[in-house]
């Protein structure tokens, strides 16, 4: 099965700041790597899909990059409505897996 | 608006049987895979099973292969998940997602039903 390591697995962050999540791949999945948000009792959602194809809806400032095994999602001017759990998801092999998450907390 | 919602849910006792619901509505249902996603409490994502747009083909993880079977009726734009020989482990909030193709994104979700596995 393909492992998916998410770092940190928390980060404290200050609105307006960049910051840069890290999802990495324990063997290649090419660029079938999707984020998705998910905030405190409710569904997640699909941010990211492919590591960097943008989603109608999702604002600009969340975007991807990657491929391989080495992939990133990055917010650029954080919000407080981004204070959320971030998961990657690979779908280019099965099992599909996720990671464990990176939470994204208030400093 | 693309619409999931599932029903189903509810407390069963370990070996037991429950078969859960998701109805879909706001987009053509035959035209799209069809997955089940969980959570359990506190924990994150796993992926659970998914249908093929006819119903011919499905993929499932080691975790519940030969326990779950999930199945469709694209007449009636439902999805199922039958889910025999429940384990506390089970013990999950259950997702129906879209998934537009194998390899596709979960693209759209359901509120999830929560699953309780426990004498």
């Known amino acids: 099965d393909v492992v998916l390591t998410q770092s940190p697995a928390t980060l404290s962050v200050t609105p307006g700041e960049r910051i840069s999540l890290s999802c990495r791949a324990s063997e290649s999945v090419d660029t079938y790597l999707h984020w998705y948000q998910q905030k405190p009792n409710e569904s997640p959602r699909l941010l990211i899909k492919y590591a960097s194809q943008s989603i109608s809806g999702i604002p600009s400032r969340f975007s991807g990059s990657g491929s391989g095994t080495d992939f990133t999602l990055s917010i650029n001017g954080v919000e407080l409505e981004d204070l959320s759990i971030y998961y990657c998801q690979q779908g280019n092999s099965l099992p599909y897996t996720f990671g464990a998450g990176t939470k994204l907390e208030l400093k | 608006e693309v619409q999931l919602v599932e029903s189903g849910g509810g407390l069963v006792q370990p070996g037991r049987s429950l078969k859960l619901s998701c109805a879909a509505s706001?987009?053509?249902?035959?035209?799209?895979?069809m997955a089940w996603v969980r959570q359990a409490p506190k924990k994150g994502l796993e992926w659970v099973a998914t249908i093929s747009t006819s119903g011919s083909r499905t993929y499932y993880p080691d975790s519940v292969k030969g326990r779950f079977t999930i199945s469709r009726d694209n007449a009636k734009s439902s999805l199922y998940l039958q889910m025999n020989s429940l384990k506390s482990e089970d013990t999950a909030t259950y997702y129906c997602?879209?998934?537009?193709?194998?390899?596709?994104?979960?693209?759209?979700w359901g509120q999830g039903v929560m699953v309780t596995v426990s004498s």
């Open positions: 997602a879209r998934q537009g193709y194998y390899g596709c994104p979960f693209d759209y």
């Open positions: 706001g987009f053509t249902f035959s035209n799209y895979y």
